[in-house]
């Protein structure tokens, strides 16, 4: 089991610039959730998908924002354009069963963004 | 609404006393569950107990143990015989049963471990 992988571990960006973040769920896995970590706001769930659709995007923060989950083992987060108060670690997570079953969730290491 | 509040911003204790963490939530639903994980200083977050609100029996896990009381809507996380290893911040999340598996989590307590 490899986990949930996500790519790049670090993305360094000037303002204005598009950044793209990914995902890939564990295997078999029918959620895919992405959260932001902030110091000040602490661990804020942005969008979650089941079976490739995304279910809740009310906690993406405007429109610069839009995730996408092409097929059940990819999904990407982007931003365009990026501002520095994006900077934050963005967390991918996938959990095994679908809606309902609220079963634990298994995060990637996280993508440091810093847009400077 | 869903809420989760983790008073405690940071502690720090010395190696081997006991340290507990306070998590309390707020929910409108009658079946939700609760959760606690753990972020290392690697920064990886690590999944540690599960707990559905019909079962409010008080679970041990090694050195961990979990306390959950409906009546003060509060699920507090205790480490007996601290290690310098549980240094950590560690949060308490909750999801209600009919919000489609959305988990929302409180701040955070950071642990420090002093030797």
């Known amino acids: 089991d490899a986990g949930v992988i996500q790519s790049p571990r670090h993305e360094v960006t000037e303002m204005g610039q598009e950044v793209t973040l990914r995902c890939k769920p564990i295997s078999g896995h029918n959620s895919l959730f992405w959260y932001r970590q902030t110091m000040m706001r602490g661990l804020e769930l942005l969008i979650y998908?089941?079976?490739?659709?995304?279910?809740?995007d009310s906690g993406m923060p405007e429109d610069r924002f839009s995730a996408k989950m092409p097929n059940a083992s990819f999904s990407t987060l982007k931003i365009q354009p990026s501002e520095p108060r994006d900077s934050a670690v963005y967390f991918c997570a996938s959990s095994p069963l679908g809606q309902g079953h609220n079963s634990p969730l298994h995060f990637g290491n996280g993508t440091r963004l810093t847009v400077t | 609404a869903q809420k989760v509040t983790q008073a405690q911003t940071e502690i720090s204790v010395v190696e081997k006393e006991d340290v507990t963490l306070d998590c309390v939530y707020e929910t409108r639903d009658t079946t939700y569950y609760l959760f606690w994980y753990k972020q290392p200083p690697s920064g990886e977050l690590v999944f540690l107990i599960r707990?559905?609100?019909?079962?409010?029996q008080n679970e041990i896990s090694g050195r961990y143990s979990w306390n959950f009381q409906k009546s003060t809507s509060s699920f507090n996380f205790t480490i007996t015989a601290s290690q310098v290893v549980d240094s950590a911040v560690y949060f308490c999340?909750?999801?209600?049963?009919?919000?489609?598996?959305?988990?929302?989590f409180g701040k955070g307590t950071r642990l420090h471990i002093l030797p």
């Open positions: 707990r559905n609100s019909f079962d409010e």
């Open positions: 998908f089941n079976n490739n659709v995304p279910i809740d």
């Open positions: 999340a909750l999801s209600e049963a009919n919000r489609d598996d959305k988990i929302i």
